[in-house]
């Protein structure tokens, strides 16, 4: 399984843990390079993946208004059968959108 933020403005970093919030201090998994990759024995099909996406800001971010533009793709590649080696999209068709301190 592959998470990848393709990021249009701005820079983010991202963090993952399995069938728990992620803490930044704690987590399982971070981000290189805008994607985290999971082998199959990393994980099982019962597990969930909490993601935390964040922005890599810089002190003066603290008084601005700046965007943070990115799309965020998870996919999976079939393993076995007629489809092996086929991708598929985790987000099955829906779109995602989440909010951060929208104040």
């Known amino acids: ?18 069938n728990d919030f992620p803490q930044f201090y704690t987590t399982d998994w971070l981000d290189q390079n805008d994607a985290i990759a999971f ?13 935390r996406v964040r ?14 533009i990115f799309n965020f793709i998870a996919f999976s590649q ?9 991708f598929i999209d985790l987000h099955c068709g829906d779109m995602q959108i989440g909010y951060a301190n929208g104040s």
């Open 78 to 86: 079939i393993n076995t059968g007629p489809e092996a080696g086929k």
């Open 39 to 51: 082998k199959p024995t990393d994980y099982s099909i019962s597990d969930g993946v909490f993601i």
């Open 55 to 68: 922005p890599d800001f810089a002190l003066y971010d603290l008084i601005s208004k700046r965007e943070y």
């Open 1 to 18: 399984m592959i998470l990848f933020a393709d990021v249009i403005f701005n820079k983010i970093f991202f963090y993952a843990k399995l």
